[in-house]
């Protein structure tokens, strides 16, 4: 690892680090790796999910969702983050994801179940457009309705000042689980601009479900170059072995899997793991190689 980050940093590659060089990495390197800016993005925490039309405690791994709330309370009492960030899933009526929805839209020739036998959390194939592409569809009951009771954020769950909602699943042919981008990735939300503009570094991400949407909002979180910590003890989720592979997927990107007791010390810069410094370091070389 360290000579890897030395070759990052080593430009000219004549093995030393001179003064331009080391003003480059103080600049864009050890000054972020030790004064983060932080944001704590919690992923939809909303009644549905709690105790509403899909509610976690009936998926296979039995887990609560109201747990995650204590928990990222603590946190937004203890810590001072640049920014807070909440998502909701946020669907039309219409919404593909919905089983009872599946008759309205045309299934693809490959799917081989029909519209008459599909259940809930089959996955099809449908054929949105009618041009012949193919979308995978996981099958959810009706939920998060804009509007509705059931996307509303818990009534318990602490909303900080000048916290910024980002609204995700919007479009009626198109499911979005991260708080980033569509599944398909081809529209995003406004969460990267937002970022963007405060020079957020840092992002630990927590909510409902672990293995679905906090997922892959910490997957894209690693993708577009954040630091990125999964707090472990503010998120539940639906299937034990898809949560233990978001963990495992997580760590291997060299990103991390944190206690909500530990984020304090991260938040600060006094506890920098070497992974995330590692990571930094990586994100810096793709963009020295774009020029």
């Known amino acids: 690892m360290l000579d890897n980050i030395f070759t990052i940093f080593d430009t000219n590659k004549d093995h030393v680090i001179d003064k331009e060089e080391f003003r480059y990495c103080w600049q864009t390197w050890i000054k972020q790796v030790v004064r983060p800016v932080t944001a704590l993005v919690v992923v939809d925490v909303q009644n549905d999910f709690i105790s509403g039309s899909l509610a976690i405690s009936s998926c296979p791994a039995g887990q609560h969702g109201e747990e995650v709330i204590p928990p990222i309370n603590r946190l937004l009492e203890e810590n001072r983050f640049d920014m807070v960030v909440y998502s909701l899933d946020w669907h039309p009526a219409n919404h593909v994801s919905f089983i009872d929805n599946v008759h309205e839209r045309l299934i693809h020739e490959s799917c081989k179940i029909t519209s008459d036998d599909a259940e809930v959390y089959d996955t099809v194939i449908f054929d949105v457009h009618g041009d012949g592409t193919p979308m995978e569809q996981k099958l959810w009951p009706r939920h998060c309705v804009q509007n509705t009771w059931g996307a509303e954020l818990h009534e318990d769950l602490k ?46 991400i927590c909510g409902i479900a672990y293995d679905v949407c906090v997922a892959a909002t910490t997957r894209h979180a690693i993708e577009e170059g954040y630091r990125t910590m999964l707090v472990d003890d503010a998120a539940r989720g639906v299937c034990d072995k898809d949560i233990q592979a978001t963990k495992d997927h997580t760590i291997a990107n060299n990103g991390l899997i944190v206690h909500s007791t530990q984020v304090k010390s991260l938040a600060t810069g006094r506890d920098r793991p070497p992974v995330l410094a590692y990571r930094l370091a990586l994100e810096l070389s793709k963009k020295m190689k774009k020029k």
Do not use: C, M
């Open 159 to 204: 909303i900080a000042e000048d916290a910024v909602l980002v609204y995700k699943g919007t479009d009626p042919d198109t499911d979005s689980y991260s708080a980033f981008w569509d599944n398909n990735k081809k529209s995003h939300t406004s969460l990267n601009e937002e970022l963007q503009k405060r020079n957020v570094t840092d992002l630990f």
